[in-house]
């Protein structure tokens, strides 16, 4: 089992910025996808950020592209995701998820299997 734990929610003014962590315990080492999911009210969980961890390819969601960062610090076992020049429609609960799909999972969180508790985000204009 994998074990993921989210932290660095907030709010925010639109512009702002937030830093999102996972934290991952567990049986690591045969995951291939992480990414971060968002799901806003009366919304369907959608992708904002994904990492192939076999090669680094990583996979953004156009509404994100130019202002989300995804990263991952192997020795702390840990993902990120940087979030700069915030909007209102980024206001949702965002999730950390993870896979272990032979393939690159991408934005699709159907793919993904292991997901945390999700931390809140709200920008205000």
């Known amino acids: 089992q994998v074990q993921l734990v989210e932290s660095g929610g907030g709010s925010v003014q639109a512009g702002g910025s937030l830093r999102l962590s996972c934290a991952v315990s567990?049986?690591?080492?045969?995951?291939?996808?992480m990414g971060w999911f968002r799901q806003a009210p009366g919304k369907e969980r959608e992708g904002v950020a994904t990492i192939y961890t076999a090669d680094g390819r990583t996979y953004y969601a156009d509404s994100v592209k130019g202002r989300f960062t995804i990263s991952q610090d192997n020795t702390k076992n840990t993902l990120y995701l940087q979030m700069n020049i915030l909007r209102p429609d980024d206001t949702a609960v965002y999730y950390c998820?993870?896979?272990?799909?032979?393939?690159?999972?991408?934005?699709?969180?159907?793919?993904?299997?292991?997901w945390g508790q999700g931390t809140q985000v709200t920008v205000s204009s």
């Open positions: 998820a993870a896979t272990y799909t032979t393939y690159a999972a991408g934005l699709n969180p159907r793919r993904y299997n292991h």
């Open positions: 567990g049986y690591t080492y045969s995951i291939t996808s």
